[in-house]
Each structure stands twice: as structure tokens, then as C-alpha cells.
T-cell receptor
Framework: DADVTQTPRNRITKTGKRIMLECSQTKGHDRMYWYRQDPGLGLRLIYYSFDVKDINKGEISDGYSVSRQAQAKFSLSLESAIPNQTALYFC??????????????FGPGTRLTVL | AQKVTQAQTEISVVEKEDVTLDCVYETRDTTYYLFWYKQPPSGELVFLIRRNSFDEQNEISGRYSWNFQKSTSSFNFTITASQVVDSAVYFCALSVPSGGYQKVTFGIGTKLQVIP
């Protein structure tokens, strides 16, 4: 089984709808991240969380919110989706206690299309 | 501010050719980490390598090798005897300490197409 899973893998929705993307991990990592990938722009950080009670905004958090329900679960919500939020979304994890604490491991991605 | 430049947006090679993907980074931090990730057509991001700023030794893993040169702020990736399965988008990334966590800056990626 994959260490980092994301659901759904693909989603098409309409402008104004509320959408939740979910991420679960079995790696036992304490830190989790949400990124979006757009062609020509690489990956940009939306939110990150060091633990259940520690959530921080990344560089492009406007229009998004997150919830860290447990150490293993980190959800990303689009309160009112708009077309320019069409992108590939990645969840990632890292382990603060690891000698490679700076290394992030990514989920398979969720392709979101907002019509 | 940190920056990662992957000047080659797309590269095409014929199978069995060697290919080098360039990565140039900018940072004022003296401690940092560099990474390469592979994104095959299926879309997932696969971690390939991590290198810290104090270790300039080149690394080889099978057909993959990495050349880290602090003097030119480069961390290039070479695939020897390329195969069709190497076709993917490759991302270079830079990680620096920022407010208690490691801020990661990604390049825009280089799309490699290996032609049979």
C-alpha cells in the first residue's frame, strides 16, 4: 500500500462549489503539506502543518483552508471553487525526527478541474 | 529569496543516449538541501536524491548521477544510456530553513522525452 494516499484522484466540479481533498499517510510523519502544481510554475505551497495543533499558511493560501484531523490526516478545502484553482494538488509529508527531516514525500496527486 | 532555475523546459533524446538536466539555484543560506524528483506521466512525484550543502561529492545510482558544484550553484542530473521509462518531468528543488521549517522552492521542471 502507498505510504501517502490522496482522495479523490480526479475531480471535476463547478464554480462556487465547496470541495474537500483528503490526504492520509502511514509513514508516521509529523509534518504534512499541501501544494498545487500549475504548468510552467512548478509546485507552490498552500498550507503546512507541523502537528495537529500547528497549521501555517504557505505562499498561496487565499481561497483555501485546511484541517489536520489527526497526525495521519490532512484535508484541503476550497470553500467556493473558482476556475483558476484548476490544478494538480499534492500532499506531502516529512519527519521532523528523521536525519532527513527536510525530505518531503509526496502523494499521487489529485487532479481538480473547476468549470 | 531562494530561486531554482531549470532552463531546459523540454529535452528529447534517442534511447541509449546520455542526457544531462541542468539545475541552478540561488540562496544566501549556507546550510541548505537540494533535491531531484521525477514525475512520470502517471503524475506522482518520486523522490530521487537529497544532497546537503556541505557534501559536494558526486553521487551515482545505477544509470543516474548527480554533479553538485557550489562554485557555480549547480546541481545537475545525468542519465546514462537513457531508456523510454526515463520519460518524465524532472524537478529540482532547494530547501532552506525558514521559521522553524524547511522552505522548499521548486524549479518549473524539465520534461524529458526518450524516443525509442
Amino acid at each position: 500500500d502507498a505510504d501517502v494516499t490522496q482522495t479523490p484522484r480526479n475531480r471535476i466540479t463547478k464554480t462556487g462549489k465547496r470541495i474537500m481533498l483528503e490526504c492520509s499517510q502511514t509513514k508516521g510523519h509529523d509534518r504534512m503539506y499541501w501544494y498545487r502544481q500549475d504548468p510552467g510554475l512548478g509546485l507552490r505551497l498552500i498550507y503546512y502543518s507541523f502537528d495537529v495543533k500547528d497549521i501555517n499558511k504557505g505562499e498561496i493560501s487565499d481561497g483555501y483552508s485546511v484541517s489536520r484531523q489527526a497526525q495521519a490526516k490532512f484535508s484541503l478545502s476550497l470553500e467556493s471553487a473558482i476556475p483558476n484553482q484548476t490544478a494538480l494538488y499534492f500532499c506531502a509529508t516529512s519527519d521532523r525526527t528523521s536525519p532527513k527531516a527536510d525530505t518531503q514525500y509526496f502523494g499521487p496527486g489529485t487532479r481538480l478541474t473547476v468549470l | 529569496a531562494q530561486k531554482v532555475t531549470q532552463a531546459q523546459t523540454e529535452i528529447s533524446v534517442v534511447e541509449k543516449e546520455d542526457v544531462t538536466l541542468d539545475c541552478v539555484y540561488e540562496t544566501r543560506d549556507t546550510t541548505y538541501y537540494l533535491f531531484w524528483y521525477k514525475q512520470p506521466p502517471s503524475g506522482e512525484l518520486v523522490f530521487l536524491i537529497r544532497r546537503n550543502s556541505f557534501d559536494e561529492q558526486n553521487e551515482i545510482s545505477g544509470r543516474y548521477s548527480w554533479n553538485f558544484q557550489k562554485s557555480t550553484s549547480s546541481f545537475n542530473f545525468t542519465i546514462t544510456a537513457s531508456q523510454v521509462v526515463d520519460s518524465a518531468v524532472y524537478f529540482c528543488a532547494l530547501s532552506v530553513p525558514s521559521g522553524g521549517y524547511q522552505k522548499v522552492t521548486f524549479g518549473i521542471g524539465t520534461k524529458l522525452q526518450v524516443i525509442p
